[in-house]
């Protein structure tokens, strides 16, 4: 494994790295760190009344839908404003596939084609009667919206507290191909994500951990494709 990071854990030939890597070997799984430099909002912040941590569990929408709602339009304003930094634009450049545990969407801003959100996003609205999904615009027009399709309440696009991760399987298949899984800006600390670095090292690929200043060392990492 290699660090790329505040200091380096071992000397390592970075241009000899860039040179390897492309989108056909290549792998980036990506966390809240990525998004740091675009200036988001992390940690133990009270939007609306509402502690970080209870935005993200169901009973809050269930029970306080107008004020999580509330929470939600807030947030939502705040994170419009966040534009892709230079990490999420030289992966999109490079058209590196992306698994993401970040709810952001700014992978997607980047222009980045292929990106699995595990964590959903928070710029959807979902339908738990009919399964759909909606933009976020929604949320404008009624204080709790409610689903075009069938009226039942909506809820928001990212996972909440104890649902499974989204579209692991496909993830999986992703990492067990690439020779090279390039994890940025996350510790990869739980289940199933600690999983996925797993598979790549049984398959033999080599890992690249940035672990810090990911938007210095990712576009050394990555180069455009013509
Ligand atoms: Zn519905």
Redesign the pocket.
């Known amino acids: 494994m290699y660090e790329l990071g505040v200091r380096r854990s071992r000397e390592i030939d970075v241009q000899a790295l860039a040179d390897k890597l492309n989108r056909d070997n290549a792998v980036a799984l990506t966390g809240a760190g990525i998004s740091v430099a675009s200036g988001l909002p992390l940690g133990n912040e009270v939007v609306q009344g509402i502690p970080l941590n209870e935005f993200f569990m169901l009973h809050t929408w269930e029970e306080r839908p107008s004020q999580a709602f509330a929470a939600y339009r807030d947030i939502l304003s705040g994170w419009r404003r966040a534009t892709p930094n230079p990490a999420h634009q030289a992966l999109a450049d490079a058209r590196i596939r992306i698994i993401t545990q970040n709810i952001d969407g700014l992978h997607r801003d980047a222009g980045s084609q292929e990106v699995i959100e595990l964590h959903g996003n928070l710029r959807e609205l979902r339908?738990f009667?009919?399964d759909?999904v909606f933009a976020s615009q929604l949320v404008w027009k009624d204080d709790v919206p409610s689903?075009p399709?069938?009226r039942?309440q909506l809820f928001p696009g990212f996972i909440l507290e104890g649902d499974a991760v989204r579209h692991i399987a496909r993830a999986v298949e992703w990492v067990a191909a690439a020779a090279y899984l390039v994890v940025i800006g996350t510790q990869l600390a739980m289940d199933p994500v600690r999983r996925l670095r797993e598979i790549a090292r049984e398959r033999g690929a080599d890992v690249i951990w940035v672990s810090a200043m990911a938007e210095e060392w990712v576009p050394t990492l990555f180069l455009p494709t013509r």
């Open positions: 339908c009667q009919c759909a689903c399709t069938c039942a």
